[in-house]
C-alpha cells in the first residue's frame, strides 16, 4: 500500500470552481475572480496563512496539501481541526472581524487565496448576493462538520474516537474525488491525540490494534482502510 503524498483536488471538485458555477460560469477563470482571487500559490511546510486574532480578510482554498488550524484555549494551544484539498480555510471566520484560529500548512501544497473582503468591489451587486448566499451556505456546512467532528471526544472510547475520525477523513476526500480508501494523514500522531482528546500512546496503540483485526493497514502515515463497515460499526449504533 502506498498513498499519494501529493494528492491535489480536481478544478472541479474545488470550493472556488463551485463559487464560480454561482456566479453562472463553468469554470472559475473569469476576470470578475481573477481580481480577488491569488491561484495556486505554493506554501511551504508550517506557513502560516493566519493568526488568531488577526484582521480577517482572505479564504484561502486548499489546492493540494493540507492545513491544521490550532486556539488558544485556558493559556493552552489546542488543535481544533484539519482542512483537506478542495476545503476552504478561514470560511469559520465569515460574518466576524477576527480569525478565531492560528492556521498553517501541514505540508508543502498550493492554495487558492480569495480576497473576501473585495468581494463587494469586485462583483455586481447580483453577483455579490449570489456568491455570499454560497459562502454563507458553505459556512454553515462547514459548522456542522466542525460539531459533528468535536463530537468524537464525547465518545467514550478511543477506539471509537480513532475509527470515526478515519472515516470522516475518508469521507471528506471522496467528497472531493480523492482517493478515500487509501490516503495519507498528513497530521502527526500527536495531533491527532490532541484533536481528539486522547494521549498519543493511546492513538498509536489504538491504530495498531485497529490494524491486528484488519480493519486498517498501516504503513507510516499512509492508511488503507480494509473492512469500511465494520470500521463504521465502532462508533455508529
Not at 145 to 165: C, D, K
Not at 221 to 233: G, M, P, R, T
Request: glycine share 6%; hydrophobic share 40%; proline share 2%.
Amino acid at each position: 500500500m502506498q498513498a499519494n503524498n501529493t494528492s491535489a483536488v480536481m478544478c472541479r471538485n474545488c470550493a472556488l470552481y463551485q463559487t464560480a458555477r454561482v456566479l453562472g460560469l463553468e469554470t472559475p477563470d473569469c476576470s470578475s475572480l481573477n481580481r480577488i482571487v491569488l491561484r495556486n500559490h505554493p506554501v511551504r511546510k508550517n506557513e502560516v496563512l493566519y493568526h488568531e486574532g488577526e484582521t480577517f480578510r482572505y479564504l484561502y482554498l486548499i489546492h493540494s496539501g493540507s492545513c491544521i488550524s490550532n486556539a488558544t484555549m485556558l493559556g493552552n494551544s489546542r488543535v481544533m481541526g484539519f482542512y483537506l484539498p478542495g476545503e476552504i480555510a478561514g470560511i469559520e471566520n465569515i460574518g466576524q472581524n477576527t480569525c478565531n484560529h492560528t492556521t498553517y500548512a501541514l505540508e508543502k501544497g498550493s492554495i487558492c487565496q480569495l480576497d473576501f473582503s473585495s468581494l463587494g468591489e469586485a462583483l455586481s451587486k447580483d453577483e455579490l448576493i449570489n456568491v455570499q448566499k454560497y459562502l454563507l451556505g458553505s459556512a454553515a456546512h462547514h459548522a456542522r462538520q466542525l460539531q459533528w467532528e468535536r463530537s468524537l471526544t464525547g465518545m467514550q472510547t478511543a477506539e471509537q474516537r480513532i475509527a470515526a475520525f478515519l472515516v470522516n477523513i475518508a469521507s471528506r476526500l471522496d467528497t472531493r474525488g480523492l482517493p478515500a480508501r487509501q490516503f495519507r494523514l498528513p497530521m502527526s500522531r500527536e495531533a491527532i491525540a490532541d484533536y481528539l482528546g486522547l494521549a498519543m500512546e493511546t492513538v498509536i496503540r489504538t491504530l495498531k490494534n485497529l490494524q491486528s483485526r484488519n480493519l486498517i493497514d498501516i504503513k507510516a502515515k499512509n492508511i488503507e482502510i480494509i473492512d469500511e463497515s465494520s470500521l463504521s460499526a465502532l462508533f455508529v449504533y
